[in-house]
């Protein structure tokens, strides 16, 4: 499981999911290890919801991590996890929304989230499911979970896809932009260190590690 963590010319700090949390979050300790803190981070971009990207965002008292940041995640994600019928996960959503409260911001497909960071419709995993394109970068969080399977084979969905066919669709349309734009992909389940680029092969499509 990855995350990223972008930092601007304006000296703005950027955390791009927050990863598990808890026991099985190593996180907070690399971000250190980096000399970034928790109250050093501004903003926090959400690509969805599940618990492996939201975890990182709660403390063990359900308090929340990032003191300072404002965090932004898809409209159509806020409103699929404020709905009762989300099923357990709802729950550990609507703690991190209400631990970060006014601290929460949503935004539509399409939009400029923060200067030079634009925001893609991706849905199918999630319903709000969100690839984020940089100058330099396009992070495609859970468009794939198995790239030595579903690069080469877009069609194959894991049990994690909420909406297969829509899944489906949006990878097969952000592989082409990829291998069209020669840019390079960061995904939370990429092979560590989570950056490479997608190239067209006979067959299809065929990952390079590396950026």
């Not at 898809?74 to 991190?96: D, H, I, L, Y």
């Not at 969100?130 to 084979?153: C, K, N, W, Y």
């Not at 092979?191 to 390079?208: K, N, T």
Request: charged share 20%.
């Amino acid at each position: 499981m990855n995350v990223f963590l972008l930092k601007r010319g304006d000296g703005k700090i950027i955390l791009v999911d927050a990863g598990n949390g808890g026991k099985r979050g190593g996180m907070l300790r690399k971000l250190e290890q980096s000399g970034v803190f928790p109250e050093s981070v501004d903003f926090i971009l959400l690509t969805h919801m599940h618990g492996d990207h939201i975890g990182g965002l709660l403390g063990k008292h359900g308090e929340a991590v990032f003191s300072r940041a404002l965090v932004y995640v898809s409209m159509p994600e806020w409103e699929f996890w404020q709905n009762g019928t989300a099923g357990p996960q709802g729950k550990q959503v609507r703690k991190v929304l209400h631990s970060y409260g006014s601290r929460v911001r949503t935004f539509r497909f399409g939009e400029e989230v923060l200067p030079g960071i634009k925001a893609f419709d991706a849905s199918g995993h999630t319903p709000g499911h969100t690839v984020f394109e940089t100058d330099s970068l396009l992070i495609v969080g859970d468009l794939l979970h198995a790239a030595a399977l579903q690069i080469p084979r877009p069609e194959v969905c894991t049990i994690y896809d909420m909406n297969p066919s829509g899944a489906v669709q949006a990878r097969r349309r952000f592989y082409e932009f990829a291998a069209s734009s020669s840019k390079p992909v960061a995904g939370m389940h990429l092979p560590y260190p989570g950056i490479g680029r997608i190239g067209r092969s006979a067959a299809g499509y065929v990952y390079l590690p590396g950026k």
